[in-house]
């Protein structure tokens, strides 16, 4: 009986019976190197990032590139002192660490600023933008106390007591707080109220005397149309003023308003 065995053969042993083709040789040889040099390569470029980062982090950390200036534009009824403080940017922090989003963030939670842009620049300044709330009216909070309104009906805090520049805005809809934000200085000073009765805008004057507006639409052009007309006429007796059609304003006096 024949009994044939086989066996694998190792392949590093096999490897020394059979010669190789030099140029085969050759060719793993310059793999085994391309391989090396890509690693080679790979490896000093992450530790050129690592190292470029962690100089920039170590630089952003230098007096260099602390906050040396803060600027402030818009700030009026608010000091520059308030407005910065709010912000939360401090002079001398790393300028990289200032938060522009959430410093305007926090400027527009104050009562006073209806919007707020921050701005960095590399130099080391800090710019502040603020668009203050502006008054319109007052209205009655009770007890005595008047609060502050602007066109959006948000409080700006207690009116004085004796303010006659401001009109009362009486009650808070759209309509009455539009018209006494457009209403001309000249035409404010003299201006007791606005308020809205049933939809239809009116102001009460002083001494006397009314302006009916009707619905709460082109406004702008009925208020053009009663600055003319208290231009133009005598306001003795006056009772009330109609703009209702601003091209064609009515104009009655105490007589005929009786």
């Known amino acids: 009986m024949n009994i044939t065995i086989l066996e ?8 020394n019976d059979v010669d190789v083709d030099p140029r085969i040789a050759a060719r793993r040889a310059s793999v085994r190197d391309a391989r090396l040099r890509r690693w080679r390569r790979l490896g000093l470029g992450v530790l050129a990032v690592a190292v470029a980062i962690a100089g920039a982090w ?25 407005v910065v403080a709010a912000s939360g940017v401090r002079i001398g922090e790393p300028l990289l660490s200032v938060d522009t989003g959430a410093a305007a ?33 007052w209205t009655d909070a009770g007890e005595g106390v008047r609060m502050l309104v602007d066109v959006t009906g948000a409080e700006l ?28 200085p000249g035409v404010r000073s003299r201006t007791l109220s606005v308020e809205a009765v049933d939809g239809l805008l009116r102001l009460h004057l002083r001494p006397a005397g009314t302006v009916e ?4 639409t082109a406004l702008p052009a009925k208020v053009a ?5 208290m231009g133009q006429v005598d306001q003795r007796d006056l009772c009330t003023i109609r703009v209702i059609t601003p091209d064609t304003p009515v ?6 308003c009786g």
């Open 225 to 229: 149309a009663l600055v003319t007309v």
């Open 251 to 256: 104009v009655t006096r105490t007589p005929i």
């Open 213 to 216: 507006f009707g619905p709460p």
């Open 157 to 184: 805090g207690e009116a004085g007591p004796d303010d006659p520049s401001l009109p009362q805005v009486i009650g808070t809809d759209a309509g009455p707080l539009e018209l006494a934000s457009i209403l001309p």
């Open 58 to 82: 170590l630089l952003s950390r230098t007096p260099l590139f602390d906050v040396d200036r803060i600027r402030v534009e818009g700030a009026s009824a608010l000091g520059v002192d308030d």
């Open 8 to 15: 694998r053969r190792n392949a590093r042993n096999a490897g």
């Open 105 to 137: 963030r926090r400027l527009e939670q104050q009562p006073q600023i209806l919007s707020a842009k921050v701005t960095r620049d590399i130099n080391g300044l800090v710019s502040i933008h603020v668009v203050e709330r502006v008054a319109v009216g």
